[in-house]
Every structure is written in structure tokens, then in C-alpha cells.
């Protein structure tokens, strides 16, 4: 069982940026797509953004043009780069494989706020 562990979230202002990590224990090249997903206080867990082994990339809308999604397979370890950040990004961000999940990761809070 790979563990999760994403860092890198805190208090940002609009406009602002930050860049996510998820480091897991295991290799995660050959276990398929890679993704990012957030959940929001008294919203379901969404998925933003997801990276195939090879780096094909796909974006929710409502971030797409903000958010660049990367991996690199020899640390085990997928980054998520959040420009121009809004208040309605403000949410527990969360990287696990797209199909077959692992246990999830604590997350990382991302606040977005004046």
C-alpha cells in the first residue's frame, strides 16, 4: 500500500500563488493516471487535475489556465502549480491515483483570502 503525503498548502491572497507536493512511499511509476482533488467545507471531493504516466494532462474547467499539474516518476512525486488563485479555491487538497485509489493523505489546506 503506497502512502500519501501532500505539503505545501497555506494562506494565500487573491491573485496569489503556491505549488502543491505529494510525496509517496512507493513508486508510482506504471500505477497510471495521478491526480489532484480538493474538497471544500460541505462540498464533495473534486477532482482538478490528473497527469498520466507519459504527462498527459486534464483539468477540471474551473481551473484550467490556472493550474499545471506535474510528476516525476524517479522521486515519486507529483506537484500541482495554483496561479491566480481565487477564494473558491480555498479547500483540503488531496493527490491519489485517478482509478483505484490508495488510502487518502492527510491533504494540505489551501486558503485563499484578502
Known amino acids: 500500500q503506497v502512502q500519501l503525503v501532500e505539503s505545501g498548502g497555506g494562506l494565500v491572497q487573491p491573485g496569489g500563488s503556491l505549488r502543491l507536493s505529494c510525496a509517496a512511499s512507493?513508486?508510482?511509476?506504471?500505477?497510471?493516471?495521478m491526480g489532484w482533488y480538493r474538497q471544500a467545507p460541505g462540498k464533495q471531493r473534486e477532482l482538478v487535475a490528473a497527469?498520466?504516466?507519459?504527462?498527459?494532462?486534464n483539468y477540471a474547467d474551473s481551473v484550467k489556465g490556472r493550474f499545471t499539474i506535474s510528476r516525476d516518476n524517479a522521486k515519486n512525486t507529483v506537484y500541482l502549480q495554483m496561479n491566480s488563485l481565487k477564494p473558491e479555491d480555498t479547500a483540503v487538497y488531496y493527490c491519489?491515483?485517478?482509478?483505484?485509489?490508495?488510502?487518502w493523505g492527510q491533504g494540505t489546506q489551501v486558503t485563499v483570502s484578502p
Open positions: 491519489n491515483r485517478v482509478v483505484g485509489r490508495w488510502a
Open positions: 497527469i498520466t504516466n507519459t504527462g498527459g494532462t
Open positions: 512507493g513508486s508510482i511509476f506504471g500505477f497510471g493516471a
